[in-house]
């Protein structure tokens, strides 16, 4: 045997020698980082399990996923209430769908305001009108001889509305109203509405319009006359502003039932 493989053989018996120290060293560690490792892992897992408990145990206990505490007892009786009260309103709506045109003139729907607009040959008639505040807040009750109490009659809205007649790049505007029942009866008129100013402009309307009032064009009655004989061959008619106010209340009665369910959204964190 020469010295070289006599070198070997003693170099791996050393090496076998220490082997056993080795492993056992090597054993040792992997065992305690396991045991730290899985120490760990049970200290995380039931932490966890403690914050979901403590989250689940806060939770509001209507189901809105809320944190308890956030719901006083105002906001539940809100939501209670406004709950009913879109129940109700449901029930006593009539028109459940908006039409998209009303005697002939299309219908377009921004937020509250409300546009009709007819083409009659080169003439473009186009109505304005606003819903907000347009409802009657000071409707006669109905007294009935069976019912102990006076029932308020049905709520309409009635807007002021502009009527816009457009022909090339002229434009004549007229803003009208509707008349109550009382000055129709001091008045002696048979119409609903009435004009309220005048005003005839070219290209857009700006401030520096001017305008007359329709008490000033009234004094001079028959022009005032002629003027509602001109708006009702436009088809402008008390029949017409008749259907404009059961539109207008359909609308409107709609926009207040999307307010109700919005608010109780917005209380209910839903």
């Known amino acids: 045997m020469n010295n070289m493989l006599k070198l070997a053989l003693c170099v791996n018996g050393f090496r076998t020698l220490l082997n056993p120290v080795r492993n056992v060293l090597s054993v040792t560690c992997t065992n305690q980082q396991r045991q730290i490792a899985r120490s760990l892992w049970h200290m995380s897992a039931s932490h966890n399990e403690k914050i979901k408990n403590s989250t689940l145990s806060q939770l509001c206990s209507c189901g809105c996923g809320r944190t308890r505490g956030v719901h006083s007892k105002g906001e539940k009786a809100l ?8 129940l109700a309103e449901r029930k006593a709506q009539k028109v ?5 045109e009303l005697a002939g003139f299309e219908a377009s729907l921004n937020g509250a305001e409300i546009t009709l607009t007819k083409k009659i040959e080169e003439e473009i008639i186009k109505i304005i009108f606003n819903v907000n505040h347009s409802v009657d807040t000071d409707v006669e009750p109905e007294l009935h001889e069976n019912s102990e109490k006076p029932e308020l009659g049905e ?3 009635k807007p002021s509305f502009k009527v816009d007649l457009i022909r090339g790049n002229s434009t004549v505007s007229l803003s ?5 029942p009382n000055d129709q009866q001091d008045e002696g008129y048979n119409d609903i509405f009435g004009i309220d100013e005048i005003s005839i402009y070219d290209g857009e309307w700006n401030e520096n319009v001017y305008a007359v009032s329709g008490e000033v064009v009234d004094s001079v009655r028959y022009l005032y006359d002629l003027l509602m004989t001109y708006l009702e061959e436009k088809g402008i008619s008390n029949e017409f502003v008749e259907k404009l106010s059961e539109y207008s209340t359909a609308y409107e009665h709609t926009a ?9 959204k917005f209380v209910s964190g839903k």
Not at 79 to 86: G, K, M
Not at 96 to 100: F, G, H, L, M
Not at 176 to 180: D, N
């Open 155 to 157: 709520l309409k809205s």
């Open 176 to 180: 009208c109203s509707f008349i109550s």
């Open 79 to 86: 939501v209670e209430f406004l709950t009913e009260e879109i």
């Open 256 to 264: 207040y039932i999307g307010l109700l369910e919005g608010l109780s």
């Open 96 to 100: 459940k769908t908006i039409p998209s």
